[in-house]
């Protein structure tokens, strides 16, 4: 038995020190001591080509899960999944934007290519995946967004052509409709004018993060003094941040020269037709 200072895988200092003998042959043979070799060639692959994130407030429906892990995934794919849980760090009111403006943070800094947004509340079809990864694979058009309804009854499609003039109903479905206002339930974004975005947007913190408004819950309220009265302005983040997008000129600053002049330069994809979900599991339409 080897002493309590020698090490026990080398039997050869242990048989010149006790005198022992050697192996049959004669020849002194050390054990050699057990190694693990990983050579790492540094190259983590190709995993920054797209995000698919979903902001939530922690809960699902099961539908909703098998919608979305059930997709049907392109061939030779990559992607990055980032899940942002809304009511760990932000008021009630400003979750949606707040939760958005996370995503783009955690987009930027890892340098991705585009961002897929599916919320917690739209049921994909099964080829979702598959028709935005023509998308991106074509590289023809920087902002597509699939076909989902209110969750109202009459259940309304969120398509839009102009603002505070109701939804935009001539199209049928199959069909490629261009607009000027999508929905970002179901959105698919390219990273350039995500970045321009970015840095032309204002500091601001949510709980110990900092970051930038990139999207925003339009909420104002102003007092008239020429006609004497207030004024209020409400809305949602997704037609605030279209709005956006085409008055700060970001598809030029972004490279998409094409869409610059587009009086409708947002696509949505009737093919990709998306359910809305309840927390009770009435879907709508």
């Given at each position: 038995m080897a002493k309590p200072d020698t090490n026990p895988m080398d039997i050869t200092a242990e048989y010149a020190r006790n005198e022992l003998p050697g192996p049959a042959n004669g020849r002194q043979s050390p054990v050699r001591p057990?190694?693990?070799?990983?050579?790492?060639?540094?190259?983590?692959?190709?995993?920054?080509?797209?995000?698919?994130?979903?902001?939530?407030?922690?809960?699902?429906?099961?539908?909703?899960?098998?919608?979305?892990?059930?997709?049907?995934?392109?061939?030779?794919?990559?992607?990055?999944?980032?899940?942002?849980?809304?009511?760990?760090?932000?008021?009630?009111?400003?979750?949606?934007?707040?939760?958005?403006?996370?995503?783009?943070?955690?987009?930027?800094?890892?340098?991705?290519?585009?961002?897929?947004?599916?919320?917690?509340?739209?049921?994909?079809?099964?080829?979702?995946?598959?028709?935005?990864?023509?998308?991106?694979?074509?590289?023809?058009?920087?902002?597509?967004?699939?076909?989902?309804?209110?969750?109202?009854?009459p259940s309304e499609p969120l398509v839009f052509r102009g603002r505070g003039n109701s939804f935009f109903g001539d199209w049928e479905l199959g069909d490629k409709v261009w607009c000027?206002?999508?929905?970002?339930?179901?959105?698919?974004?390219?990273?350039?004018?995500?970045?321009?975005?970015w840095n032309d947007s204002e500091e601001y913190a949510i709980g110990p993060h900092t970051t930038r408004r990139v999207f925003n819950t339009p909420q104002k309220a102003w007092f008239d003094p020429e006609h004497l009265q207030f004024n209020a302005q409400t809305g949602t983040s997704d037609l605030e941040w279209c709005t956006r997008i085409m008055k700060g000129n970001y598809f030029e600053k972004a490279g998409w020269h094409d869409y610059a002049d587009k009086e409708f330069p947002f696509l949505i994809d009737t093919e990709i037709f998306c359910r809305h979900i309840n927390p009770d599991g009435e879907m709508f339409p």
């Open positions: 057990y190694r693990t070799i990983i050579q790492d060639s540094g190259d983590p692959g190709y995993i920054n080509r797209l995000m698919i994130a979903t902001p939530t407030t922690g809960l699902v429906r099961i539908e909703w899960v098998q919608a979305r892990y059930g997709q049907t995934i392109p061939v030779n794919w990559s992607f990055v999944q980032m899940n942002q849980y809304l009511n760990t760090f932000i008021p009630l009111r400003y979750q949606v934007a707040d939760a958005q403006i996370m995503i783009v943070k955690a987009f930027i800094e890892q340098d991705m290519e585009w961002l897929l947004l599916i919320e917690h509340d739209t049921i994909m079809p099964p080829d979702a995946l598959l028709r935005f990864n023509t998308y991106i694979r074509e590289e023809k058009v920087p902002i597509v967004s699939g076909l989902y309804y209110t969750r109202s009854r000027d206002g999508v929905p970002t339930g179901c959105l698919l974004v390219h990273g350039g004018i995500l970045r321009e975005m």
